[in-house]
């Protein structure tokens, strides 16, 4: 008997040098964690706790030869723990899956613990990931290090990676020459949004945009559409020119640059008007790249949203070592699951049936093997 888990991590560096004190192995330690993050635990001593209420579930697939580690056993391996590498295992894991459904659409985009202390551009914590939007799954995590910046932490998240035929989407922070000329040598597409600093760009861009609008857009695309609930109304329109002419050099492969108007209106009142500029190396009708545009911010809703409110991730101290990035990474796998499991209810409700019914656990478990 198996679980998918034992599989992932059997091949993870052990931190630990090797001494008869030794007691405990690493396969075991991280399954219970990840199994205890999945079924509510936040911090060591719930893991620990989970572990030896659940050892008799465990048993058929764990060594355990010294029983359940220690909560302090738990927070100095996690500390010790290469976090690319315990990512990279999980990425993998979840690539796999999403290779048999057709991955398409790759957010990147960071998000900050707030209350777990570290010496980054952000003053606390600042995990940057890589997001399958459709499949809404993890793909892989890099931590921001001490003294670093998520600009320069992307390289080494993207590189990772297995780009071939994805469209990797990123906001205005990561309008970087470099990044979108990797996406393409690694075999994927790329949307960019323009940062607002960007002048030569951006004026370029406009220029683009402005000389199609004297030739009424021949050559071009245009599209709209409008959402409204709970009061407000948003209005999008979007245009888009093929094959610009007149940009910097540098940027790889450029198909097209893409004008993107927001106007929203609350109560019956304008709120806020917006336009932003984009560059991507496809060559695609406007509604179509809205969608990647607009399902982008699918990170915001269907992870860091969800990460705060179910995980509370926020309010984690984990700031010993690379605890707090592996942690991060144990709640993302975990919010990958839960969310792709066929069960009615919030991912809180989720969590609590993960801890109250064990084969509603092992079945979270084994989603990316029977789906």
Known sequence: MSIPLLAVFADVPDPRRETKNKLHELVDILTLATCAVIAGADGWDQVAAFGRA??????????????????????????????????????????????????????????????????????????????????????????????????????????????????????????????????????????????????????????????????????????????DGHGREEERYVTVVEDPEGLPSGWADVGAVALVCRERVVNGKPNESTAHYYLTSLRIGAVELAGYIRNHWGIENGLHWCLDIAFREDDSRARAGHAGANLGMIRRVALSLLQRADTKGSIRTRRMKAAWDDQYLLKVLKILTTK
């Not at 939007?133 to 003294?147: A, D, F, K, M, T």
């Not at 990123?170 to 020459?177: L, S, T, Y």
């Open 54 to 227: 659940k050892q008799t579930l465990f048993a058929p697939y764990l060594r355990l030869p010294h029983g359940v580690p220690s909560p302090d056993t738990f927070e100095r391996v996690f500390a010790k723990l290469d976090p690319d590498a315990f990512a990279d295992r999980f990425g993998r894991w979840m690539a796999a899956a999403c290779e048999s459904t057709g991955l398409v659409h790759v957010a990147i985009d960071g998000k900050s613990a707030r209350r777990s202390t570290k010496n980054t551009f952000t003053g606390c914590l600042h995990l940057v990931e890589a997001w399958a939007v459709e499949n809404r799954l993890i793909l892989g995590q890099r931590s921001v290090p001490e003294g670093g910046h998520e600009i320069t932490t992307a390289p080494d998240l993207l590189g990772a990676l297995d780009l071939t035929g994805a469209v990797v989407t990123v906001d205005a922070a990561f309008c970087q020459k470099e990044l979108v000329s990797q996406i393409r040598t690694q075999g994927g597409h790329y949307v960019v949004c323009v940062k607002g600093n960007q002048k030569g760009l951006r004026g370029a861009v406009a220029e683009v945009l402005a000389r199609a609008g004297e030739d009424a857009f021949a050559g071009g695309d245009m599209g709209s559409a409008v959402e």
